[in-house]
């Protein structure tokens, strides 16, 4: 499996909430934006901001900051969001079907050009555009498209085999929104989202947080 460990990792994850921040300041009129500025929105150190910014081989002006035509383009290139992709989803239920919907894939350059259950009770359906087709048939509906790129969000007892069929299909790069962590050979790119784990940094926040506020209550 190609294994993203990049040292850029948490830059990366930055750059579309600094992205959304210059598109708003472009909408306003204004042709440069300052790293403090982006920091001030985000909570972050105007520093950190600036060594992010950097891998985008972008470059700042004294006094002024990044032109932000430019800096937008710089973004969205290195992000590979100036590119069209296809892919192809797998698993068409409630969250499937809702990232089929999800507008944003189209403005960054991902396409879902179908969608695949084994449930007879959604094959046949269209859902935002987009036919739910039968598994049996992906090999030969990759093989009309120029999609080697699979969100999967089937449920957990199913991700390992759906996942080599998948790939037996022609699909190299997944998107794996399920909890296992899927085994897979060289070359096979996967990124994993557990929307489980983010949910449990949240309850655990949100616990410390009702406990200091008893706290406080508590010394009054």
């Known amino acids: 499996m190609v294994k993203q460990k990049l040292n850029a990792t948490p830059s990366i994850r930055r750059l579309p909430s600094y992205l959304h921040i210059i598109r708003e300041a472009q909408k306003t009129g204004d042709r440069f934006i300052s790293g403090t500025v982006i920091a001030q929105e985000l909570n972050l150190e ?82 935002h555009g987009v036919p739910i087709l039968p598994i049996e048939s992906i090999s030969k509906e990759l093989s009309k498209t120029k999609a080697r790129s699979a969100i999967l969000t089937v449920p957990s007892t199913y991700a390992q085999s759906v996942a080599d069929a998948i790939i037996a299909a022609g699909i190299t790069v997944i998107w794996n929104f399920t909890n296992v962590r899927l085994k897979v050979a060289d070359g096979i790119i996967v990124q994993n989202e557990d929307l489980s784990s983010g949910y449990a940094l949240l309850c655990v926040m949100a616990q410390n947080r009702e406990k200091h506020a008893q706290g406080a209550a508590t010394a009054i």
């Open 46 to 127: 105007p520093i950190q901001v600036r060594k992010d910014l950097a891998i985008t081989g972008i470059v700042g002006k004294p006094k002024k900051g990044y032109p932000i035509g430019d800096l937008v383009l710089a973004i969205e290139h290195f992000l590979g969001w100036d590119l069209s992709r296809d892919a192809v989803l797998v698993g068409a239920g409630n969250l499937g079907s809702a990232l089929i919907g999800h507008q944003e894939f189209k403005v960054h350059g991902l396409h879902v050009v179908a969608a695949f259950d084994t449930d007879s009770a959604k094959v046949g359906r269209v859902v």
